[in-house]
């Protein structure tokens, strides 16, 4: 059956539960008519998400009102104000438990659907200045760390396999792999030096701005997998990494892109702190939908304990070996 989704456009919020702790997203609401929907669904009318976002959607309402961001300007300023070092809650939209069905047999738009505007983040100024300082803490709780290093011993190449190579994009201190796990090489790449050095699972670190820089600095075919923990968010030209990966991944080499419902908001692009966490995942799904060279994206939701902790999702895809 056909996934079509269906998005609504709540009168700002009004008569809508939203539990956001800052920019709340909730006035664009992703509805599939698929056997489980996310939310209510009076005056929804089921539509493609992408074709409606590529279309009448951005002509026919003001930008900054489609994007939610006239609905959430108290939750911009109160988390600016906050300053742009938390780590906070976005959208929190629960998407139940059909985020497995989401990228099933989507009707992708031919044009990849998003817009300039759509990568621009409200603070512009370098990253390299935003992460110029180390922080040495986790973004997502327990929980979620532990169902994301879970899921990683299932689909991951056995510890110590000769030849494995594993790239950590968007590294950190932590790259919550299993406990132990070795290659022969695995790679960071990230922003901050400090906190690379301090990753006891890599082998060796770049430190790079993929949104200055997004060519990876690695030979075509290198890579039995490449993970991205709650960071792909930040990426202001994902088409360009998304086809990057598929030229370092090896043939059948698979990527995992993790994320939650938190940010450093004012770093990550408008259209994912505009929308909700299911948006997030047809989000991610596209970057390899028109990325090209990879196998279908599928989601998967690991989320540990929904509603009492950090929710989890993985979109994750397999580069085609024929690519
Ligand atoms: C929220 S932290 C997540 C770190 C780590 N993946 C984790 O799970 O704890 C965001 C990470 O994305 C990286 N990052 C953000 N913007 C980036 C950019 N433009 N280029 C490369 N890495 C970036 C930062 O270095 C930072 O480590």
């Known amino acids: 059956m056909t996934n079509f989704i269906g998005l609504r456009l709540p009168l ?21 008519t698929s056997s489980t929907s996310f939310s209510g669904t009076a005056t929804t009318r089921p ?35 906050q300053g742009s070092n938390s780590f906070i809650a976005s959208a929190r939209i629960n998407p139940g438990p059909s985020v497995d ?13 998003f817009k300039d505007e759509d990568f621009q983040r409200f603070d512009e100024s370098s990253d390299a200045l935003f ?15 532990a169902a994301l290093t879970k899921y990683y ?7 110590n396999t000769p030849g494995v190579s594993i ?16 290659q ?17 699972v890599l082998t060796e670190y770049v430190v ?57 908001w004012t770093k990550a692009i408008s259209i994912w702190t505009s929308t909700g966490d299911a948006d997030h995942v047809m989000i991610v799904g596209a970057y390899f939908h028109y990325a090209g060279g990879f196998e279908p994206p599928q989601a998967v939701d690991i989320s540990p304990n929904p509603g009492s902790s950090d929710p989890m999702y993985i979109v994750y895809s397999r580069k085609l070996s024929t690519a």
């Open 12 to 32: 700002l919020c009004a008569g809508f539960s939203c539990s956001c702790s800052c920019s709340c997203s909730c006035s664009i609401t992703l509805l599939s």
């Open 47 to 81: 539509i493609s998400l992408l074709k409606k976002w590529n279309k009448g959607l951005v002509k026919a309402y003001p930008r900054r009102m489609v994007l939610g961001i006239g609905a959430s300007f108290l939750g911009m300023a109160s988390s600016a104000f």
């Open 101 to 113: 069905q989401i990228l099933k047999n989507v009707e992708w738009p031919e044009q990849f659907p």
């Open 131 to 145: 992460y110029e300082a180390p922080r040495f803490v986790t973004h997502i709780d327990d929980p979620a760390i």
């Open 153 to 159: 011993s299932k689909v991951f190449p056995p510890s």
């Open 167 to 182: 790239l950590d994009m968007c590294s950190s201190w932590v790259s919550h792999f299993p406990p132990g796990y070795k």
């Open 184 to 200: 022969e090489r695995v790679v960071g790449l990230g922003m901050n030096e400090e906190e690379l050095k301090r990753n006891p």
């Open 208 to 264: 790079q701005d993929l949104n200055v820089n997004p060519k990876l600095p690695f030979e075509d075919n290198s890579f039995d997998a490449i993970t991205n923990v709650v960071s792909v968010d930040y990426l202001t030209k994902p088409l360009e990494v998304f086809k990057e990966m598929r030229r370092v991944l090896k043939p059948g080499g698979l990527a995992i892109m993790s994320f939650s419902n938190r940010c450093f």
